[in-house]
């Protein structure tokens, strides 16, 4: 089995690069051929030990968004400004993404308060149940495109004897979008692929925090 490498994603998230997805070379994560994005003590050490784990328990971890799936935030954001909010502050500084999307992430606040706040950035309707429906429309758009290759891969993996599992930061609302977009385009259910599913709003933790990973290394029988 030849080396390769695991990609510490933008946000610490771990993910398999699309290289690895693509390509008939397996690899053993070794640290020397580990790359990630930013420095700092603690993608260092989640690096060393996911590392040791793969290397040990022979398990993948996979991020969903931007990996598996396909994401385009523009698109919610264009339909939230066809609705009346201020461009201005569908920005990444804006709440909108940073307090209440991570603390919706984090399973801290439900889907109707979420779409609350959102409808409170929105001009006054006359009929909520009407622009509740529409954003949880526009709320789902970002969510894009599936390639059937890329779950294929997953299964033959675990047939070479990985387990496979999922760290993602994700809601309740997108998730129950994902689950049935999925069911519909592949003909089974997401949890099919994977051994394990560790979600943020579940584990009411959210990547980058350092729990997040030390409750999935916990799980794993892989403490640190």
């Not at 996911?50 to 290397?55: F, H, I, P, Y």
């Not at 994401?71 to 939230?80: D, G, I, K, N, P």
């Amino acid at each position: 089995m030849r080396s390769g490498y695991a990609t510490i994603s933008h946000t610490f998230g771990i993910m398999s690069s699309l290289q690895f997805l693509s390509s008939s070379k397996f690899f053993t994560c070794r640290q020397k051929y580990v790359k990630f994005h930013k420095a700092g003590n603690f993608a260092y050490f989640c690096v060393r030990k996911v590392c040791s784990m793969l290397e040990n328990k022979k398990i993948l971890i996979f991020d969903l968004g931007g990996v598996l799936i396909d994401l385009h935030v523009e698109r919610s954001f264009a339909a939230l400004v066809a609705m009346g909010a201020d461009a201005s502050i569908l920005t990444e500084r804006n709440c909108l993404i940073n307090e209440y999307m991570m603390r919706y992430d984090r399973g801290d606040i439900t889907t109707e308060e979420m779409f609350s706040y959102i409808a409170s950035q929105l001009p006054a309707v006359e009929c909520a149940a009407e622009q509740r429906n529409r954003i949880a429309k526009a709320w789902n758009m970002m969510l894009g495109e599936y390639a059937p290759y890329k779950f294929h891969r997953l299964r033959e993996l675990r047939a070479r004897g990985y387990r496979i599992v999922m760290l993602s930061n994700t809601n309740d609302g997108h998730w129950d979008a994902i689950e049935r977009l999925f069911e519909a385009t592949m003909g089974e259910p997401l949890q099919a692929f994977f051994d394990a599913l560790y979600l943020s709003y579940r584990m009411h933790r959210r990547k980058p925090e350092p729990e997040i990973f030390l409750d999935l290394l916990a799980a794993e029988g892989a403490d640190a």
